[in-house]
């Protein structure tokens, strides 16, 4: 499990295509600090497990299911990555609960500068709107960010969510570097999933 505060800022270093996976490696140093095979690492917000490590790198898979529901099929070498440790029983939860377990991806409609912040608007895929609500949380590339505007569907126009982020989460993650048109990974806040099922669940057996 993660939190959604971004370590590190890494960078590809190989992707290796497969038929339907991938073997990506990354460098990072400080999230492979003390990695160890089979450790866990968020890379843009996926789960992937440490298959290889060493000098300020590590290698993972990459199954054609992350493929198809993530951006990372998209990634080339030298490319900019968000990295985050999985979180020790005795860490501080600094943003929310993450799982790393991409639900969709979005695209980047527009950016919007303010004094020091700038607010960044998304695509909302429909079959995840119902789980994102203003003042909410929602990951975005593996980002733990508060969503401070909704838009809902109307003729034919996608809804959409726009997030303000700070001096920091621009300087120190990919969001501070991708432009209108660029795709990001989405998770949805899972305690929403999990009404969901339980609501729906009961009403079935009643």
Known sequence: MFTGIVE????????????????LTVAGPLVTSDATHGASISVNG??????????????????????????????????RVNLERAMSATSRFGGHIVQGHVDGTAEILSRTPGDRWEVVQFTLPESLSRYVVEKGSITVDGVSLTVSALTEPTDGTPA?????????????????????????????DVLAKYVERLITTKETIA
């Open 8 to 23: 590190e800022l890494g960078h590809v270093v190989a992707l290796e295509p497969g038929a339907a996976s991938a073997r």
């Open 160 to 188: 959409t969510f726009s997030v303000s982020l700070i001096p920091t989460t621009l300087a120190l993650t990919t969001l501070g570097h991708k432009g209108v048109g660029d795709t990001v990974n989405l998770e949805v």
């Open 46 to 79: 996926v789960c992937l497990t440490v298959v290889e490590h060493g000098d300020g790198q590590f290698t993972v898979d990459v199954m054609a299911e992350t493929l198809d529901r993530s951006s990372l099929g998209g990634l080339a070498v030298g490319d």
